[in-house]
């Protein structure tokens, strides 16, 4: 039986400083990964460091990085791969656009929405690849959304860019190497700083309550409750293992049964 763990590997959690990327650093941590944590907010990284070292990383290293910057992020993730080794996994987690129908939306909203989700990641992806194919082993899980199956009224920029995601992941499943592997997670309603700010964003424009918003949005899921960050990080972290091995190119809804759709 293959075990549930990540030791000698080096994994990549962008987005680590708060809600599910930070809830799979933590899960990644604790199956022994080496985890280099990229997010925006330096605090909030130098506060992540030592809680990842305690759930058992064998390092555990903040990078204070902007996607929206690629052309430092290439160089700096050249730099990080010189010094610290190859990368064995990847987790492409990163904010959503703001909220609002699609056919509002500027060009700007779209280019950075796609540039941040979708071009970071390709990035990310030329420089990681050749140590994966030296070691023969590689994961690349994109935290997404179930809008890839059943687009999400209100958030038209979000639903745009996350099927670009799945099509580019989808895509990539074709043509990376055996033994590399890429899927998408579907998270659905979790509690995170995200989903309060959607709730917030929605009772205010309806001149209702948030509570009464969150009623009404967890009346469809048979669950009954919001997930938990964790959640959806386990199966990131068992995508992220051997035992996943011949798991490739999927999206796995993590929703409580949200989703209609087969």
Not at 54 to 76: I, M, T
Not at 231 to 238: G, L, M
Request: hydrophobic residues 50%.
């Amino acid at each position: 039986m293959l075990a549930l763990e990540l030791s000698g590997r080096h994994a990549l959690v962008c987005g680590a400083s708060q809600g599910i990327g930070r809830a799979v650093a933590l899960e990644l941590a604790g199956l022994g990964a080496e985890v280099t944590a990229l997010a925006r907010s330096e605090t909030a990284l130098a506060a992540l460091v030592p809680r990842l070292l305690e759930a058992g990383a064998p390092a555990a290293r903040a990078w204070v990085a902007d996607l929206d910057d690629r052309a430092s992020l290439g160089s700096a993730l050249e730099g990080r791969l010189a010094d610290h080794g190859p990368i064995h996994i990847v987790v492409n987690n990163t904010g959503g656009p703001a909220a609002g129908p699609l056919v509002e939306a500027t060009d700007d909203d779209v280019l950075q929405a796609i540039g941040r989700h979708v071009l970071a990641a390709q990035l990310i992806l030329t420089r990681v690849l050749p140590g994966m194919r030296q070691a023969g082993f590689g994961r690349f899980v994109q935290v997404v959304s179930t809008s890839v199956r059943e687009p999400i009224d209100g958030l038209g920029v979000s639903n745009l860019t996350r099927a670009a995601v799945a099509g580019w992941a989808k895509t990539l499943s074709r043509e990376l190497p055996p033994g590399i592997t890429i899927n998408n997670v579907l998270p659905g309603l979790t509690d995170t700083e995200r989903l309060a700010e959607l709730m917030r964003d929605r009772a205010a424009k309806a001149g209702h309550a948030v509570e009464d918003v969150q009623h009404a949005w967890l009346e469809r899921v048979p669950e009954g409750r919001l997930a938990d960050p964790a959640e959806v990080a386990r199966v990131i972290a068992f995508l992220a293992t051997e035992a996943a091995s011949y798991v490739r190119g999927t999206s796995i809804p993590v929703d409580g049964g949200l989703m209609r759709s087969i």
